[in-house]
């Protein structure tokens, strides 16, 4: 079976198919066509005008799928949802809880869940609507930026093309489509496409376009579609959705054929909502062609619940038995790297600056994260009994920081390599990134890797391009070495450290 490429397709009563009748087109056009299908009631059902997944009518779906599918070979998958006269500034929001927002990407992602997907992108045809004020219209370009960003941190699909219809509505109906129109055709949306609606047929009202008009935009927009090439923009990932409820979402990202391993990365901590994030270590994963398995959380509760377990349970019955595992994460996604390895069966953990634990009753020294602890309170977890005791783990952390005492907390063995970063603090994740260290943590992991002789050496060679070693310097020596503190502070400085933190450590002339 052929791959199966989903466009999704959102927007309003042009993007429905407004006042179209099936019997208006050829009756060859009304089968099911070949290779292509609509997501509709839970399943994938034949894409075919009066299939049922709208009311009535079609839209330009038709021309596109015949026009794709005929270019492309492979299946195609449709999840369209549009509502007639709805604006992107209120019903298509974001902030809008159950919303067309919500509607769009709870559908896709049930679509996503059902198998494994190319993501091939996202056609809007949308805003006649908002050029009806003044208001509305001016906030387009910023409106349309946010919704397509939102859209594609929702999908876990951060390159995701889009591509836009320039809406060509009557002046006397829709008085403010300049600044719309203005707005479609130039933004700071990347990975964006637009396609032009002059000439296209309309009903009498001016407003609407005919079948005919339709069927061209389907095939303008097949065309548009067909010209991203998937390979440049790193979108051959085949997507499977594993998880979705209101603290984890989980899906799996990769090449589409037989990985030696799959790295499971582990949710960073975040001060607001973790949803709002790519997947840890997600675009450098993708652009590399690796096997990823991503699991965000949307509170930062530092995975203290049993659906993590359950979440991991998903995980390794997706990839099945015989497939290598490498669990992934830093700071509180350490901790989950850890705590899911034996879940998961994993040969391999790389943890950078892991906590034991933020429980105040089993470690009374800590005093960071005051506030996700204040939410947990007690942790439900005995990391030790978590913790696969056959796996490689590979911890990464400065000795002279207070993880110091965290780590001592673990039960290690041989089996733990203990990698010492000094003046890395806990920020261990963005020293290794400013030292051009980072991928080597990643570098021949499916056989014997990472180097750590050659990383740690490469750390220390390229610190001095570092702002955290910087950094971590001025804090350490303020006390007894003020010159030291000073010097380390313009260094930081110099590189683009923040001034309202360094400012204090600098001698006054």
Known sequence: ????????????????????????????????????????????????PGGGYQKKGFGLELAFAHDFCQAEGERLGIVKVAKNASYLTTDW??????????????????????????????LWVQGEADSITEADAKAYKGNLERF????????????????AAIVNPPANLCPHSG????AIRKNRITNYATVKTSGLAKIRDDLHYSYRGLNNLGKRMAQAMISFDPEALGLKQHVKWLWNSDQYQCWVSGPGKPADVAIVSMPFA???????????????????????????????????DKEILEVAQAIRGHLGAKQRIITYGASMGAYGALLLSKQLKAEKVLAIAPQYS???????????????????????????????????????????????????????????????L???????????LETGSLPMVLADIENGGPDMVELVRTARKKRRLSIIYWMTLTFVSSLRRPDLADFAAKQALSLGGPKRRLKPYLKKS
């Open 1 to 48: 079976m052929s791959k199966l490429n989903l466009v999704i397709m959102a927007g309003q009563s042009n993007m429905v198919g407004y006042k179209t009748r099936i019997e208006d087109i050829n009756a060859a056009w009304r089968k099911p066509i070949d290779n292509a299908f609509v997501w509709q009631k839970g399943a994938w059902q034949p894409l075919q």
């Open 93 to 122: 929001s974001p902030d809008r809880e159950s919303g067309l927002f919500d509607n769009l990407v709870n559908t896709v992602r049930a679509a996503m869940m059902s198998e494994e997907v190319v993501l091939r992108g996202v």
């Open 148 to 163: 397509v960003a939102r859209l594609r941190m929702a999908l876990g699909a951060p390159h995701l093309p889009f591509i």
């Open 179 to 182: 600044p719309v129109r203005a």
């Open 270 to 304: 975040v001060i607001n909502s973790g949803f709002d994030e790519v997947g840890f270590g997600q675009v450098p994963f993708e652009k590399t062609g690796r096997l990823g398995v991503y699991i965000r959380s949307n509170r930062s509760t530092w995975l203290q």
């Open 358 to 420: 933020i429980d105040r009753a089993v470690v009374p020294f800590e005093t960071r994260w005051k506030r996700a602890f204040n939410r947990i309170q007690t942790f439900v977890h005995n990391i030790d009994e978590e913790i696969s005791p056959t796996a490689q783990k590979i911890v990464f952390f400065d000795r002279m920081s207070e993880d110091r005492r965290q780590i001592e907390m673990f039960k290690t063995d041989e089996t733990w390599n203990l990698v010492n």
């Open 422 to 432: 000094p003046f890395a603090s806990h920020q261990v994740l963005r020293f290794l």
